[in-house]
């Protein structure tokens, strides 16, 4: 294959960004961030628009992403967990007094949620522990101050919480036997004591992940939700909290017959919506507050990319703004919607804009049963589409989805020289319910058949080489990787899969307890083991071990809560026991993916060696 651009390092693509994730202080004087100090992430706060920024945190291990300000104006929170074992603790920083963190949630094997925080309640925030019972989060309120834990509200069988600005649990969502999930809600007394719960809205099975709580209206009186009940698609509907309005139609303010609300902008005072979201091929909003029609224009004549507005001040008058594209780095920059002024902030890694980076182009095609399935391509820069060796590279989930915009690896493969695909198959969130329940009980079946007619479908238009066609991904995409080496070895030539499971037997069963309540959702949409068995293990890769006829690369991390390190294990060891052609990676240190920037470096420099001496692409040294 003939260089055509300069390769992009792995460090630039995968090791630390130079700083992402910026958060805005309630007051608006202060800009907070994530980024590397000796190589691991930390948070960084400082005045906002200069860059006499300090760290204010010490993590010297795995790396913070997930932070937030108080609303105290002194507190900085942090999520943290170990090894990734994802028994996430809650951290506090004191920015005035500038002390080391305190460990708010100091439990061994207990995972912290933050459940609610509000402006109208500075001192104080709502959290979910599961130190009772490790399947229920109970709801506890939290003293910033002190550090006080006082329980709240005992879990009847929620998996999810939600309060209103006065810090008032009154709303939760209970899984049903059946694989559906109900959105129960009560009312509060003047003492801020909790009534009995009662049935705002039942989603079954068939919209269940179509369907969700988005927030309260200002008056307490009605919330919103994401609703596909009586729809294909999740719309945005207003529902009446009164017990005397149960049975009225909700009232209908957003929504599309094929693709799901994704995002919702609600006015911080007034809960008035101003923004929905719908992921179509591109992120697309639509404005229904006419107040920021002018400012969100404004925003997005920025620069070009899809807009995320990703942080607001108090007053709601600097507004934090991320943009994506696939030709370029992450840019940030605060909007002032009194002058109309917007200051750029950075980019997450200025080093891209050395190098080529790749368009990402959407397409689409019709599966063998007559879906319309779509995804996103990326062809390398350079280089003629035509008889291109290929990556089909598969999203985890399964139930998520592929977007355009900045993806580190379609960019790294493209720079390979590989045509990427990306596929939106079946099982895929955003696109309506009818087509993710289309993918129940289709795990290595349709779901994989929409993966093979993707292939089918570049090989056709001439873009891929059908002789060097690898299948790659990570959880539910680490398993669709073993389906296509143990079930269609004819039509890839290797395989990588991160932890990815082999068994769905044993997957099903090992599952975080956490996530038992919904444990309905597995049997429904993937099987149940207890009166699936045979079926279950018709479609896990272990079972054809014998039929796999490609190399693979497996890599694990042993701290993994989801997919366990006996799922990679078990398959490791029928690869040896037949002679097949195999590398295994298993980091000590890590959990559902890998957070230490080593590790990645580590696991796609095997990788990008692997998928070179396989299928031909170019590799750095």
């Not at 999203?395 to 720079?415: F, I, K, M, T, V």
Request: charged share 25%; hydrophobic share 40%.
């Amino acid at each position: 294959m003939t260089a055509t651009v300069p390769l992009i390092p792995r460090d630039v693509l995968f090791g630390n960004p130079e700083r992402v994730g910026p958060d805005i202080s309630p007051d608006g004087t202060l800009l907070a961030y994530v980024a590397p100090v000796d190589g691991v992430l930390n948070v960084w706060v400082g005045p906002i628009g200069d860059d006499n920024a300090r760290p204010v945190t010490d993590d010297q291990d795995r790396g913070i992403r997930i932070f937030f300000f108080a609303h105290d104006g002194r507190h900085l929170l942090y999520l943290q967990d170990k090894g990734g074992d994802e028994n996430w603790r809650l951290y506090a920083v004191d920015l005035i007094d500038k002390g080391p963190a305190r460990d708010l949630t100091p439990f061994e094997g207990v995972q912290a949620q933050v459940v609610k925080v509000s402006k109208h309640h500075p001192e104080t925030i709502l959290v979910g522990l599961n130190n009772d019972n490790p399947e229920l989060h109970d709801v506890y309120r939290l003293e910033l101050a002190t550090g006080a834990l006082t329980k709240i509200v005992d879990n009847p069988g929620f998996v999810g919480w939600l309060a209103d600005g006065d810090l008032n649990v009154r709303a939760g969502v209970a899984p049903t036997p059946e694989g559906g999930m109900n959105l129960m809600v009560r009312d509060i007394d003047a003492d801020g004591g909790g009534g009995q719960w009662r049935l705002l809205l039942a989603a079954g099975p068939e919209d269940a992940l179509t369907t969700g709580a988005v927030d309260f209206a200002g008056d307490g009186r009605a919330m919103y939700v994401i609703s596909s009940i009586g729809a294909n698609a999740g719309r945005l509907v207003r529902m009446n909290l009164d017990s005397a309005a149960a049975g009225q139609e909700p009232e209908v303010l957003a929504g599309d017959d094929r693709f799901d609300v994704t995002d919702v902008v609600l006015h911080p005072d007034t809960k008035e919506v101003q923004l929905v979201a719908f992921l179509r091929e591109r992120l697309e909003w639509q404005v229904l507050d006419p107040s920021v029609e002018a400012d969100f224009a404004a925003i997005k004549a920025l620069q070009h990319g899809d807009v995320n507005l990703v942080g607001r001040d108090r007053d709601d008058r600097q507004v934090l703004v991320a943009f994506s594209a696939d030709d370029g780095p992450v840019a940030y920059y605060v909007f002032d919607r009194r002058t109309g002024a917007a200051r750029f902030l950075f980019h997450h890694q200025p080093a891209l804009a050395d190098y080529t980076l790749a368009a990402m182009e959407p397409f689409s095609f019709t599966a063998r049963d007559g879906l319309l399935v779509s995804g996103y391509i990326t062809f390398p820069p350079g280089l003629a589409p035509e008889a291109l060796p290929m990556v089909l590279n598969v999203h985890g989930g399964p139930w998520a989805r592929d977007s355009w915009g900045y993806d580190p690896e379609a960019q790294w493969l493209a720079n390979r020289g590989y045509l990427s695909v990306q596929v939106n198959f079946r099982g895929s969130t955003g696109y309506g319910k009818d087509f993710v329940n289309a993918g129940d009980r289709e795990w290595g079946a349709r779901m994989h058949d929409d993966l093979l007619d993707a292939v089918g479908h570049v090989v056709e238009k001439g873009y891929a080489d059908p002789k060097r066609v690898a299948i790659y991904g990570g959880s539910y995409g680490g398993y669709a990787a073993l389906v296509g080496a143990a079930f269609s070895s004819d039509v890839f030539a290797c395989a990588v899969d991160i932890v990815g499971p082999s068994n769905l037997k044993t997957l099903i069963e090992s599952i975080p307890p956490y996530w038992a309540p919904m444990v309905a959702q597995f049997h429904i949409r993937v099987g149940n083991p207890e009166t699936d068995e045979e079926f279950l293990w018709s479609r896990s890769p272990l079972s054809r071990a014998g039929d796999i006829a490609i190399p693979l690369l497996i890599a694990q991390g042993a701290n993994d809560p989801r997919v366990k390190q006996a799922e990679s294990e078990q398959i490791v060891a029928a690869l040896t026991e037949r002679g097949i052609d195999h590398q295994y990676m298993l980091f000590p240190d890590e959990g559902h993916g890998f957070a230490k920037p080593e590790n990645r470096l580590a696991f796609y420099a095997a990788a990008e060696s692997f998928l070179a001496r396989h299928i031909g692409g170019r590799c750095e040294p």
